[in-house]
């Protein structure tokens, strides 16, 4: 197999962008902090302890003042493991890959490898994209980042020597593979433990399961605590 000329590479580099796990702004510790004293009710609740202490209700100022800090204590180790989470998602990418363009074995950043690309792996590499198995000797690799199995899975290509193979798009690879056959998946971020084989990459950045978990992260509306709950219906009560 001659891989990827350079020419295509480029290509679907423009197409398809780099091999990156993209996340918001990073937001700092500090910003963080300052945004759980912006909500609405915090502000309004803020206002009630200013009020009560003037009026000589001390206690009832501090009792609020602290359930205000609480919450905002706990909107912030909320959001702050967030960011935690994608920067040690980011941190488990591959800094290079090997591949084969134009016929020739070579090493390249791992941003930027595009789907299509054949990337030559063996142990001690970690995956830089998601890809299916065409190669395989002896190859396991370690998926605890994405299933938390403890064990290496044993990882194959069904015992066919694929010859070639039609990439269409990053959605559409056509190989005479069953995709959902895991055993002939291998994962961005993953390490192979042992053997070594060559693969056909099927998924790059976001499209892969570790950028899908990014994406999920970055998604998600936290839940709100039960005291994050009454904390809101305390502010509604005191403006109503």
């Known amino acids: 197999m001659d891989g990827?000329?350079?020419?295509?590479?480029?290509?679907?580099?423009?197409?398809?962008?780099?091999?990156?796990?993209?996340?918001?702004?990073k937001t700092s510790a500090f910003k963080i902090l300052a945004e759980q004293f912006s909500d609405f009710m915090v502000l309004?609740?803020?206002?009630?302890?200013?009020?009560?202490?003037?009026?000589g209700e001390t206690m009832e100022a501090l009792t609020i003042f602290a359930i205000v800090i609480i919450n905002a204590f706990l909107g912030f180790i909320q959001e702050y493991r967030t960011e935690k989470t994608l920067e040690a998602l980011k941190n488990l990418a591959a800094p290079s890959a090997k591949v084969i363009r134009d016929g020739k074995y070579q090493s390249i950043s791992a941003e930027n490898i595009v789907p299509g690309d054949i990337i030559l792996l063996e142990a001690g590499d970690r995956v830089p994209a998601d890809a299916i198995l065409i190669e395989a000797i002896n190859i396991s690799a370690d998926e605890s980042l994405l299933t938390g199995e403890s064990l290496p899975v044993e990882k194959s290509n069904g015992n066919k020597k694929m010859k070639s193979f039609a990439f269409d798009d990053a959605e559409n690879i056509n190989m005479n593979l069953d995709l959902e056959d895991n055993s002939r998946q291998v994962y961005m971020g993953t390490s192979i433990?042992?053997?070594?084989?060559?693969?056909?990459?099927?998924?790059?950045?976001?499209?892969?399961?570790?950028?899908?978990?990014?994406?999920?992260i970055q998604d998600i509306e936290d839940e709100e605590t039960p005291l994050q709950k009454k904390l809101d219906h305390l502010g509604k009560f005191i403006v109503y």
């Open 193 to 216: 433990t042992s053997g070594r084989g060559k693969a056909v990459v099927i998924s790059t950045g976001m499209k892969t399961e570790m950028g899908k978990i990014a994406h999920m």
């Open 4 to 25: 990827l000329s350079h020419r295509e590479a480029r290509e679907r580099l423009n197409k398809f962008g780099t091999n990156t796990l993209v996340s918001k702004s």
């Open 44 to 55: 309004v609740l803020l206002g009630a302890t200013v009020i009560s202490a003037f009026m």
